[in-house]
């Protein structure tokens, strides 16, 4: 049973920084290509960041680009989402997910697995 469970979510002010965690189960996390998606009050899932298996490419979402990075260690068998510069406009819950695409996939449908999701909330 594939289980993925994200850490790291709260409280922080505008201008502040989290890093969200993720380590997932059942899974082999070598050859599985993670990411990162959002989804706010009343707003459509949306995609953050992803990662492939060697940690080599990533793709962002144009409204974290610069801001968010991910980066993985297949040693622990996790993935990161180290956030900066946060605004208001993150707040949402932040759900990690893995899937065995050969390409970071930026859609939903690219991935297999979800996390339940960890709560982000920025206050300005």
């Known amino acids: 049973q594939v289980q993925l469970v994200e850490s790291g979510g709260g409280l922080v002010q505008a201008g502040g920084s989290l890093r969200l965690s993720c380590t997932p189960s059942?899974?082999?996390?070598?050859?599985?290509?993670m990411g990162w998606f959002r989804q706010a009050p009343g707003k459509e899932r949306e995609f953050v960041a992803g990662?492939?298996?060697?940690?080599?490419?990533?793709n962002y979402g144009d409204s974290v680009k610069g801001r968010f990075a991910i980066s993985r260690d297949n040693t622990k068998n996790a993935v990161y989402l180290q956030m900066s510069n946060l605004s208001p406009e993150d707040t949402a819950v932040y759900y990690c997910?893995?899937?065995?695409?050969?390409?970071?996939?930026?859609?939903?449908?690219?991935?297999?697995?979800w996390g339940q999701g960890t709560q982000v909330t920025v206050s300005s």
């Open positions: 997910a893995a899937g065995y695409s050969r390409t970071v996939s930026v859609t939903s449908g690219g991935y297999a697995y």
């Open positions: 990662i492939s298996q060697d940690g080599i490419r990533t």
């Open positions: 059942g899974l082999t996390f070598s050859i599985a290509t």
